[in-house]
């Protein structure tokens, strides 16, 4: 019998991970593409490519290296929706939860399945396609650099190349519609929601500016898409996704230099000097305790608590307001927003209960914590730390806005999210003393 090292190395072994390494290189572009123009075709490529690697680590026996950072804490996670789901007021109605929370798998794919990685997988193909009679130079620096394309840099560049697209769309719809509060709801580019659209452009940008504030070398068309994101982010009128941005860019000013946390300040000041009076209203309503959404968000907030004290341990399961709105005449509030509290933590702990809200912070609180003995492994001059940083910021960023917004059952914000989260982790499980991140091309 073969050893599962010999097993690996048999040449029919070899032939068949190389097939799949090169399918599954295709999934993750396909991927970044479908983030920001298509869910079903971001999911079809995820769970595809889970299920390649799944295959792969079967064919060479190598599961001793998967790496399963934050399982446990997730799988508590999905067992406290399993029993809120159970005990609920309406299990049927609740299911949904549990598809939605397997978006968690995109995690362990990106973990596991980027370090296979690889450009070269296209070369003779590509060549043949373009029938090259010669071997063509770029395609040669392209396929060839070692540095790079073995990595997921690629993919994080075509994530954040397809999220300028994307908002280079939503500028036109605000063009074609006006640029005003009333009209926020037209830019929404190829997403169902303007919320939506603004989460994933205040995560993308954060990723983007992490990369040109640590990474070596800044690219232009970064740059360029770095600025078309933001201006696209600012015209969403989208008061949290703007919260988030501040906080994640106030957390990568910190770690360049704690002097520069005052960058962000500065930036906003400035903006609200000498931009259109429609972004300053937007901006100062969230000081607005009498008028607009702050009162509502807080009268939600009153009437999700005495649900919580209704059904305090397991909830009343997913989306149960649905079903139990009308028990609260006293809330008239919830009589006409009963599908959503703006609160990933009322939410969360209406829908799941405490046991559920417990699990909930605990797998954020497992992240940091499993982020931060990363980013202490490797040496301050690694090139790499960029995708940590900008990692973290990003969740940070996301929290932050589901304060006061419930962006955690939203699958196009959370793909995005569970992509990102992953970066600081690739190949980390194989790597002899520090991880394996991807550095800047």
């Known amino acids: 019998m073969q050893s599962p090292k010999n097993l690996s190395a048999s040449p029919e072994i070899s032939e068949k991970t190389k097939s799949l390494d090169l399918i599954s290189t295709f999934t993750f572009f396909l991927f970044a593409l479908g983030c920001s123009f298509s869910i079903s075709l971001a ?10 690697l799944l295959i792969r680590t079967q064919l060479t026996r190598s599961w001793a290296q998967f790496n399963t950072v934050l399982l446990i804490p997730f799988s508590g996670l999905y067992l406290a929706c399993i029993l809120s789901t159970l005990l609920g007021v309406d299990p049927m109605h609740s299911l949904p939860v549990l598809r939605k929370l397997v978006g968690f798998a995109i995690f362990i794919w990106v973990v596991n399945g980027s370090q296979y990685i690889n450009l070269r997988h296209f070369q003779p193909i590509v060549q043949q396609l373009l029938n090259f009679r010669k071997r063509n130079r770029f395609l040669s620096s392209l396929f060839t650099s070692s540095e790079s394309l073995p990595t997921i840099q690629w ?35 190829t997403f169902s929601h303007v919320f939506t659209f603004s989460a994933v452009l205040m995560m993308v940008n954060l990723i983007a ?6 990474g070596t070398k800044k690219k232009t068309w970064l740059w360029v898409s770095f600025f078309i994101i933001s201006l696209c982010l600012v015209f969403t009128f989208t008061r949290m996704a703007w919260l988030g941005f501040f906080m994640g860019s106030v957390v990568l000013f910190f770690f360049k230099r704690k002097a520069l946390v005052i960058l962000p300040p500065l930036f ?42 209704d059904h305090p341990w397991v909830g009343c399961g997913y989306n149960c307001l649905y079903l139990i709105h009308d028990q609260y005449p006293h809330h008239p509030i919830l009589q006409k927003f009963y599908y959503n509290l703006h609160s990933n933590l009322f939410q969360i702990a209406v829908d799941h209960g405490l046991l559920g809200l417990g699990a909930w912070l605990t797998l954020w609180i497992s992240y940091f914590i499993a982020l931060s003995r990363h980013y202490l492994k490797i040496p301050p001059s690694s090139p790499g730390r960029w995708v940590m940083l900008g990692s973290g910021a990003v969740v940070i960023s996301f929290l932050t ?41």
Not at 43 to 52: F, S
């Open 268 to 309: 906003l000041a400035v903006a609200l000097l000498i931009g259109p009076e429609s972004f300053l209203e937007r901006l100062l309503s969230i000081f607005d305790f009498d008028r607009g959404s702050t009162p509502i968000r807080f009268d939600m907030w009153k009437s999700g608590w005495d649900v919580i004290k």
């Open 401 to 441: 806005a589901g304060i006061f917004e419930t962006n955690f059952y939203d699958s196009e914000v959370t793909m995005v999210l569970y992509f990102i989260m992953a970066l600081p982790f690739v190949n980390s499980n194989n790597a002899k003393s520090a991880p394996s991140v991807p550095t800047s091309s």
């Open 155 to 189: 993919v994080i560049n075509a994530l954040i190349a397809a999220t300028a697209v994307s908002a280079l769309y939503g500028l036109v719809q605000g063009y074609s519609h006006g640029f005003s509060i009333t009209s926020r709801y037209q830019i929404h580019s």
């Open 43 to 52: 999911q079809i490529a995820g769970y595809t490519g889970l299920g390649l």
């Open 209 to 214: 500016l992490a990369y040109l504030l640590f």
